[in-house]
C-alpha cells in the first residue's frame, strides 16, 4: 500500500496497530506509530487507543502512559485502553487510580472498562473496592451484563466473599457459560465441592452447555475436596455426553484426585490410555501424590519419566532421593546421589532470602 503511495487513513493505522499488539510486534509497531506522525494522525483518538495497546503489549508501558497523557482530547477508548494496558503489566493498583480520575473527569465507563478493573481488584484480592466498583455498575446501568457480572462473581470468589458471590449469581437476570464456569471456578477455589459439583447439575439441568473451562472448575472442586467418584463421573461423561474432548488439566485434576485418594491403581490404568504423557505436569502430579502416600515405586517411575523430558531437571531426583531417605532407604537413595552424579545433574542452588533493617538479604545455599 505504501510503494503505491496510498496513503493510510485513521482505520489503516489502527487495524495494522492491533494486529502488531497481537504479534508482540515492537519494530513493527514503531514504524506505524512514525507513519501516524506523518500522517498528522497520532493524535486521533482511535490511533492513540491503538497505540497505548501496542505499547501496553510490548511491555512499554511508560511509553503508553506518554502516549496516553499527550492526546488532546481523550475518549473513553483511550482510558480503557490504558487501564487494561496497567493491568497487564500488573499495575492493578495504578488501573484503579486512573479508573477513579477517569470518573472524576466525567467519562461514562463502558462495559469494558467495568471488566477491566474488576479483574484488577481481583488480582489484588480487594474486596473494599470490588464492593466500590460494584455500587457504580448498579448506578451505571450494568448490573445486568453477563461480562460484567461473571467479572463481580470472580472478584468475590477469590476474595473468599463466597456468599456475595452466590447472593449475587442468584440474582442475575441472564447467565452465559462463562457466569456459571466462574462461579463453579468460585466454589472451587474457596474448597466448596459439593456445592461445585451440585451447581455444575444444575447448569446441565437448565440447559447450558458445558465446555472445557467448565469441566476443568468442576474437576479441579472434585479434586479439591476428595470427591473421587463424582469426579470420575464426570470425567467419564465428558466426551461421552457432552462431545468435549479431555486435554491435559483434566487429566490432571484425575490424576491428582486419584493419587490424594491412594487409588493407584486406577491412576495406573489411566496414565496408560492417556493421549498427553509427554507433559512433565502430569508426572510432577504423580510424583507430588506419590509422596503424599509414600509409593516409592511409582515416584520412581514418575521421576525417571521426568529426567526422560528434561535431562537436567534435578527437582525429580532430589525429591526422590528424599522419599527414599525418609522412609530408611539409604542404599536407594545414595544410588539416585550416584545416578545424578552420573549424570551431571546438579541440585540447584538453593536461595533464601531474610528481611534485615528493611534490607532484603539473600542466602544462598549449595
Ligand atoms: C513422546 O516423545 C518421544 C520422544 O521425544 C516420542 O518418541 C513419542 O512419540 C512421544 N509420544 C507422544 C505420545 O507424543
Ligand atoms: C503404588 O502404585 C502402584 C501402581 O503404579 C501399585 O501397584 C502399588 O500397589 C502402589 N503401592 C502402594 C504402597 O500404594
Known amino acids: 500500500m505504501q510503494f503505491q503511495n496510498v496513503q493510510p487513513d485513521r482505520t489503516t493505522l489502527a487495524v495494522i496497530l492491533s494486529s502488531c499488539a497481537a504479534m508482540g510486534l515492537l519494530e513493527g509497531g514503531k514504524q506505524v506509530h512514525a507513519a501516524s506522525i506523518k500522517t498528522l494522525f497520532h493524535n486521533d483518538v482511535y490511533v492513540a487507543s491503538g497505540l497505548i495497546g501496542l505499547y501496553s503489549k510490548c511491555n512499554k508501558i511508560e511509553v503508553a502512559i506518554c502516549i496516553f497523557d499527550r492526546v488532546p482530547a481523550l475518549d473513553i477508548a483511550c482510558w480503557n485502553s490504558l487501564m487494561a494496558g496497567l493491568s497487564l503489566n500488573s499495575l ?64 468475590y470468589s477469590k476474595c473468599a ?15 452465559n457459560t462463562i457466569t456459571w464456569n466462574e462461579m463453579i471456578h468460585g466454589y472451587a477455589q474457596n474448597g466448596c465441592g459439593n456445592e461445585a459439583v451440585c451447581l455444575y447439575e444444575h447448569m446441565i439441568q437448565s440447559g447450558e452447555k458445558p465446555d472445557e473451562i467448565t469441566f476443568i472448575a468442576v474437576l479441579t472442586a472434585c479434586s479439591h475436596s476428595g470427591l473421587v467418584d463424582a469426579g470420575i463421573r464426570i470425567f467419564n461423561s ?15 485434576c484425575i490424576i491428582d484426585s486419584l493419587g490424594r485418594a491412594g487409588r493407584f491403581h486406577e491412576l495406573e490404568a489411566l496414565l496408560e490410555k ?85 534490607k532484603m538479604q539473600t542466602f544462598l545455599v549449595e
Open 92 to 155: 492493578d493498583k495504578d488501573a484503579f487510580t486512573f479508573f477513579k480520575q477517569m470518573h472524576g473527569k466525567g467519562m461514562i465507563p463502558t462495559q469494558f472498562s467495568y471488566a477491566t478493573v474488576l479483574s484488577c481488584c481481583a488480582k489484588l484480592s480487594s474486596l473494599a473496592q470490588g464492593r466500590q466498583v460494584h455500587a457504580q455498575i448498579v448506578k451505571g446501568g450494568y448490573v445486568n451484563d453477563v461480562f460484567v457480572g461473571s467479572a463481580l462473581i470472580d472478584v
Open 161 to 175: 466473599y463466597i456468599n456475595g458471590a452466590v447472593q449475587f449469581f442468584y440474582e442475575m437476570p441472564c447467565r
Open 238 to 252: 465428558m466426551q461421552e455426553e457432552y462431545g468435549v474432548e479431555p486435554l491435559l488439566d483434566h487429566y490432571t
Open 274 to 358: 492417556m493421549p498427553c504423557k509427554n507433559d512433565s505436569i502430569v508426572w510432577e502430579v504423580v510424583l507430588s501424590s506419590c509422596r503424599v502416600r509414600d509409593n516409592v515405586s511409582l515416584a520412581r517411575r514418575a521421576a525417571d519419566e521426568l529426567v526422560r523430558l528434561d535431562q537436567q531437571n534435578s527437582a525429580p531426583y532430589v525429591l526422590l532421593a528424599n522419599m527414599y531417605s525418609s522412609s530408611g532407604r539409604w542404599d536407594d537413595a545414595k544410588e539416585v546421589r550416584e545416578m545424578m552424579i552420573e549424570k551431571k545433574i546438579f541440585k540447584d542452588p538453593g536461595y533464601s532470602w531474610l528481611e534485615q533493617e528493611n
